[in-house]
């Protein structure tokens, strides 16, 4: 499974970015999620959907704010961020894993190279 992410930049707080993350290789995961790692700080979950019916999982700093969805048609994953805070500046990696459903970065062995989000204040 090879991922690409893209859609990252800089914008004001308040504002709005569309993540893109385009799957190829083997067909599609159970979950595809993304992380996010901001300097000196653990990689962490942000959202998570199930591909086969794009239930979606999210953590309560962004709940409310972000939303996660695929496009079956184009292999492709979205993460459209909406009222950004500074606190939301990191690297975000879309991640993906088939089998159960797991929230912690260790458990998604297919890892796309990262975009940089950066919300200025």
């Known amino acids: 499974v090879q991922l690409q992410a893209s859609g990252g930049g800089l914008v004001q707080a308040g504002g709005s970015l569309r993540l893109s993350c385009a799957v190829s290789g083997r067909t599609v995961s159970s979950y595809m999620g993304w992380f996010r790692q901001a300097p000196g700080k653990e990689r962490e979950f942000v959202a998570i959907?199930?591909?086969?019916?794009?239930?979606?999982y999210y953590a309560d700093s962004v709940k409310g704010r972000f939303t996660i969805s695929r496009d079956n048609a184009k292999n492709t994953v979205y993460l459209q961020m909406d009222s950004l805070k500074p606190e939301d500046t990191a690297v975000y990696y879309c991640?993906?894993?088939?089998?159960?459903?797991?929230?912690?970065?260790?458990?998604?062995?297919?890892w796309g190279q990262g975009t940089l989000v950066t919300v200025s204040s």
């Open positions: 959907v199930r591909w086969n019916d794009n239930s979606a």
């Open positions: 991640a993906a894993r088939y089998g159960l459903y797991y929230d912690r970065p260790r458990y998604y062995p297919y």
